[in-house]
């Protein structure tokens, strides 16, 4: 089956500066790649998502890159802030319709002043 | 429209005891998964069902959980005998099913269960 792995498992940044998590995936049939973000006692929140077909989608301040070869993809948060401190969680689904999500282990985001 | 709606938030429960977690997808919507969070842990799937049929359950522990979709109604994970160990943060997600479409999965807030 899927395994997802996703570093670092924390990261303190500076508010304004960037922060980027990264995650790799095992299962070459994999294509959509969503990215959630789960604050204290919430459920997770999709933030951005990105298919295999496409190789960076951006918003705003969010941006995700795909490296399908490698099977690595990555979340990018420029000018960070304090509200941006949240656990970030990559995740992977094998089919391009309904179908269970493989969920990484999460990154803590610290956003300090 | 409402978003995926989970009861109880908190539910405290003996050894030995059965749990009932409730969920309602979002209007529209056919699919629900169940993930089960452990602190300090990530999602990990438990079930994938839609109405009246459960397609995958690969992720269900094979005691003492089931899971039901009814035709009308909401989506009821149910454990039996709960053990400490169950004790875990449970999610819904919704998802429409739209021919092609990528699986975009809503979650609730969650139902937090404890097991003394």
């Known amino acids: 089956g899927e395994n997802v792995e996703q570093h670092p498992s924390t990261l303190s940044v500076q508010e304004g500066d960037s922060a980027v998590i990264k995650c790799t995936y095992s299962?070459?049939?994999?294509?959509?790649f969503p990215w959630y973000k789960q604050e204290l006692g919430k459920g997770p929140q999709l933030i951005i998502d990105?298919?295999?077909?496409?190789g960076e989608k951006k918003d705003q301040r969010i941006a995700v890159t795909l490296n399908k070869t490698a099977k690595h993809f990555s979340l990018h948060i420029t000018e960070t802030q304090p509200e941006d401190s949240a656990v970030y969680f990559c995740?992977?689904?094998?089919?391009?319709?309904?179908?269970?999500?493989?969920f990484g282990t999460g990154t803590r985001l610290q956003v300090t002043l | 429209n409402a978003g995926v709606m989970q009861n109880p938030r908190h539910l405290v429960r003996r050894r030995g005891q059965e749990a009932r977690l409730r969920c309602s997808p979002m209007?529209?919507?056919?699919?629900v998964y169940w993930y089960r969070q452990l602190p300090e842990e990530g999602l990990k799937f438990m079930v994938y069902?839609?109405?009246?049929?459960?397609?995958?359950e690969s992720g269900m522990p094979k005691e003492r959980f089931s899971a039901e979709f009814p035709k009308e109604g909401p989506s009821i994970l149910r454990i039996q005998q709960v053990v400490r160990g169950d004790s875990a943060a449970y999610f819904c997600?919704?998802?429409?099913?739209?021919?092609?479409?990528?699986?975009?999965?809503?979650f609730g807030a969650g139902t937090r269960l404890s097991v003394l």
């Open positions: 997600a919704s998802s429409p099913y739209v021919q092609g479409a990528k699986n975009i999965q809503y």
């Open positions: 299962d070459s049939a994999s294509n959509y």
């Open positions: 990105i298919r295999s077909n496409v």
């Open positions: 995740a992977a689904s094998p089919t391009g319709t309904a179908s269970k999500l493989t």
């Open positions: 209007k529209g919507h056919s699919h």
């Open positions: 069902l839609q109405k009246e049929n459960i397609i995958d």
